[in-house]
């Protein structure tokens, strides 16, 4: 390695023409070829068992995620205008490729089940816009009195009405997302407001905030990490040349994504990010052992400069961007597509930056010369050395106060990560305020809710089990205590509502009716007339043809886990009553897939901490050739680990499709200051024997270097406190504190375990 080093030294205008010409390759591939994806079910494992039964079950009953539109007037919705937009926008839903006709519900397209002296008919509740205030009070009369409706498609308040317009897989486009916006826009008046929610909202949403947010983010993170190298390293040119560094590694890593066709998900928008405050660490390293061999030989030619600095350092550049890149290619346990495309790419422009720093910077230096590096007046007296050499005097010193203090945050942590939960939630991805989190907060407070929780009922191919009044009523019983124990649960509806509603007009609309009739044959001969009367298709979205499976939706008004779970605990308690009619449970949709999504987060954040620090550890005893330097400078990470899920316990900050990413990038970052301290440590231990020179010396030349990484790195991260998207926010925070921890760790345990070992002073006495 170090001979191809020395040979490429010698042609650096190849080296540099070479690099740009195949990154200007890579960057018109990515031009091209980039697609960020915004179909939230693509980030799932579609062989997943639970995906694939969701899969199945929305075949069975056409479950489609919804586009949800409110048309609201606060003067009240039965009046001639709000009617006529209902029924203008329902008919514009219904035209449009990516919507099924069938499968827009609205006022203007509900059935109204009523009793008649011929038994039962199923009309719509209007199709000409009434006009007269005899027509309008009927007309809100008849919602009123519909159990199926009032509540459903018309708020109680009767300020809001609802369109839902269901949308097929794959169909959604950024280009539907805005003539869906366009639409509504220009139904909207004075008095008429038009609000626009759903899933496929959100995902056209974050499709839209994504790259905008990257592309805010990287000429923020840019200014501020050259800034802080051009403040650290005190050269113009040392400064371009990392920050070159990090460019052509961010155009690499994205380049070959392009290339290999994996779309950007929304937590890829952060790799750039990732890169650039990462990337220059080696940097970093390269140019600190330059400034201390030219404060000793300042007569030395750039090429000897150059080898000096490539002989020293390349074995802990190497080694660090290794155990770095490992880090993150341990998300590869992950199960979800993004967190593992994520873990993939950074490791690949981790090790670019690697080999950019080992070619890039040593070309440079021969085009461009040496930084100019100010003389101290006296070496020994100098400020950094004096304060390196006290600070680890004192650690040694008082080591116990650093094991004392380091046990009790671990105790500490440890308690906060009892209180850590995982958030499935998309809407939580933004901002509060946000006109999306309001709109959809404004639909959940008027009806229903906004997320969808489907249970499957089957009676493993027994035909007509579900006109049997017993199942039905055991559902209804499930029905009503999930509607009345949980707030976040709205509503809910199967067959259960249908055989209610016509139980009641059958019967002269007496409300001591509204309920599943005691009869088997009641069942079947009220679904008979309506299957005669209306639209009996309305009814596969409730029950298979043979009444074998049965669909029952809840409504939620969070789509958080939390609420999920809340709603299925109380769901799962009605286990063994079903099965003992011979009925299993199991669910399906958009809200079940979240809860799940948030179970394999949690199962590959266990996994990748574990593989991670497992395979940093054997790294680090393979390269140092003893398995207890492995063990050590695994402490600085672990402890950081801990801290930081602790602080999540106690922030209530929870485990997402971002911070899932944390422990990883505490590790693979973090490791970087052990391997670099313990490499000096021992390159000083061969020269002395003297236990703390060793120390001062290390700190001096490490601590020095590491201290500047840690800067730059942490105030790269803090520039993610800029983002949209509030997860961002916490990662970039909680990244920066794992660093500042990682190097605090180094630089105390670490540096005492390394002297109480006496790992490398065998021979000397105690």
Same mark, same amino acid.
């Given at each position: ?413 440890? +308690? ?258 052990? +391997? ?47 983002? +949209? ?42």
């Amino acid at each position: 390695m170090e001979n191809i080093l020395k040979k490429l030294l010698n042609k650096p205008w190849i080296v540099i023409a070479v690099t740009i010409i195949i990154s200007a390759l890579l960057f018109m591939q990515m031009k091209q070829n980039s697609r960020m994806e915004t179909d939230l079910d693509k980030y799932m494992p579609q062989d997943h068992p639970a995906f694939v039964y969701s899969d199945q079950a929305e075949e069975w009953f056409g479950i489609n995620d919804g586009i949800i539109v409110a048309i609201e007037n606060k003067n009240g919705i039965f009046n001639s205008a709000t009617l006529d937009t209902l029924k203008q926008l329902t008919k514009r839903l219904q035209k449009m490729d990516e919507i099924e006709k069938a499968d827009v519900t609205s006022l203007y397209t509900a059935d109204n089940i009523i009793g008649t002296e011929e038994g039962m008919d199923v009309k719509a509740f209007y199709k000409r816009v009434p006009k007269s205030e005899e027509k309008l009070n009927e007309l809100k009369h008849n919602v009123e009195n519909n159990e199926m409706t009032f509540g459903r498609l018309v708020s109680y308040d009767e300020t809001v009405t609802v369109i839902i317009a269901e949308i097929r897989d794959d169909v959604f486009t950024q280009e539907f997302y805005e003539e869906i916006h366009a639409l509504a826009d220009s139904y909207q008046t004075d008095d008429i407001k038009i609000h626009i929610a759903g899933r496929p909202i959100v995902e056209g949403t974050m499709a839209l905030l994504g790259p905008a947010d990257m592309m805010k983010m990287v000429p923020i993170v840019l200014l501020v990490i050259t800034l802080v190298l051009f403040l650290t390293l005190r050269s113009v040119k040392s400064t371009l040349l990392t920050m070159a560094v990090v460019f052509f590694s961010v155009v690499w890593a994205f380049g070959l994504m392009a290339t290999v066709n994996i779309p950007i998900y929304a937590v890829s928008t952060m790799i750039p990010v990732m890169l650039i405050a990462i990337g220059v660490a080696d940097g970093i390293h390269l140019y600190s052992h330059l400034q201390l061999f030219l404060r000793e030989n300042p007569d030395a030619s750039k090429k000897e400069a150059t080898l000096d600095m490539l002989q020293h350092m390349w074995k802990p550049v190497v080694m660090t961007s290794i155990t770095t890149a490992v880090g993150f290619i341990s998300l590869l346990t992950s199960q979800v597509y993004p967190i593992k495309y994520f873990g993939i790419f950074t490791a690949f422009g981790v090790l670019m930056a690697m080999v950019f720093s080992l070619v890039l910077i040593p070309a440079g230096i021969m085009i461009f010369g040496l930084p100019k590096v100010k003389k101290s007046k006296k070496d020994e007296s100098n400020m950094e050395t004096n304060l390196a050499y006290g600070f680890a005097a004192k650690i040694l010193k008082r080591k116990s106060i650093s094991i004392y203090v380091t046990a009790a945050i671990i105790i500490l942590s440890i +308690v906060g990560m009892q209180k850590i939960w995982i958030n499935s939630s998309f809407l939580d991805k933004f901002e509060k305020d946000s006109e999306i989190v309001l709109t959809d907060k404004f639909i959940n407070d008027h009806f229903g809710g906004t997320t969808t929780l489907n249970l499957i009922l089957d009676s493993e191919g027994k035909k007509d089990v579900f006109k049997n009044p017993e199942p039905l009523k055991l559902v209804e019983k499930m029905q009503n205590q999930l509607e009345n124990d949980l707030e976040v649960v709205g509503n809910s509806f199967t067959l259960t509502d249908y055989t209610k509603r016509m139980n009641k007009v059958l019967n002269a609309d007496k409300e001591e009716f509204n309920v599943i009739p005691d009869s088997r044959d009641s069942i079947a001969q009220y679904l008979l007339l309506y299957e005669m009367s209306g639209d009996p298709e309305n009814l596969n979205k409730v029950v298979d043809y043979d009444y074998a499976k049965l669909n029952v939706t809840f409504q939620l008004k969070s789509d958080n886990s939390k609420a999920i779970n809340s709603a299925i605990a109380i769901i799962d308690s009605y286990e063994k009553d079903f099965e003992k009619q011979g009925i299993s449970m199991n669910y399906a949709g958009s809200g079940y897939k979240g809860l799940i999504f948030t179970d394999l987060i949690l199962e590959g954040q266990i996994m990748s901490l574990i593989l991670s620090l497992i395979i940093v550890i054997i790294l680090l005893s393979l390269m140092f050739k003893n398995y207890k330097i492995g063990l050590i400078g695994a402490v600085p990470i672990t402890i950081t680990a801990l801290i930081s899920f602790g602080i999540m316990g106690f922030l209530d900050i929870p485990l997402n499709t971002t911070t899932a990413l944390l422990s990883s990038i505490a590790i693979g970052i973090g490791i970087d200051y052990a +391997v670099h301290f313990i490499e000096q440590y021992r390159t000083n231990a061969l020269k002395s024997d003297d236990m703390l020179l060793v120390a001062q010396k290390t700190m001096a030349h490490s601590g020095r270097a590491i201290s500047y990484n840690a800067i730059v790195v942490i105030a790269g991260f803090l520039v993610l406190l800029f983002s +949209v998207f509030p997860p961002n926010r916490e990662l970039g925070a909680l990244v920066s504190l794992n660093m500042f921890t990682s190097f605090v760790g180094t630089v105390t345990v670490m540096l005492v375990l390394l002297k109480v070992s006496n790992i490398y002073f065998k021979k000397t006495k105690s």
